[in-house]
């Protein structure tokens, strides 16, 4: 749908209510758990506050389910779903992304390759 110039849209996103939100966490989780059995990731547009937040939550939940580390990255854009480092029970890392792709490393902003299991 077009607008005169200087007209705006009358469309208003309205927040999620808690009912909504919790709707939206039952039902992705399934699907996101899914996902990430299937491909090892999962991403989704997500460029509002409330919609971060509802995925960072459906990512608790898919740990929970799965019973493994799951974690998100949100760029204000869009947001990805993984599984997180297997924790080393002799080595502390200070980084969650060593092992991570490229990209992963570099919007960490460690550099780390992956045979290095500490990156600061």
Not at 7 to 25: C, D, F, I
Not at 93 to 117: F, M, S, Y
Request: net charge positive; glycine share 8%.
């Amino acid at each position: 749908m077009t607008h005169p110039l200087g007209a705006q849209s009358a469309y208003r996103r309205v927040p999620l209510s808690a009912a909504e939100k919790a709707r939206g966490e039952a039902n992705f989780a399934p699907f996101v758990a899914q996902m990430l059995v299937a491909r090892g990731r999962f991403r989704v547009s997500a460029d509002t506050p409330d919609q971060v937040e509802l995925f960072q939550q459906v990512a608790r939940r898919v740990s929970d389910m799965l019973q493994r580390p799951v974690v998100s990255y949100a760029n204000g854009r869009e947001i990805v779903i993984t599984f997180g480092p297997e924790e080393a029970p002799a080595l502390a890392l200070q980084c969650g992304i060593v092992g991570g792709t490229r990209r992963e490393r570099a919007w960490c902003g460690c550099g780390a390759e992956p045979a290095r299991p500490v990156c600061r």
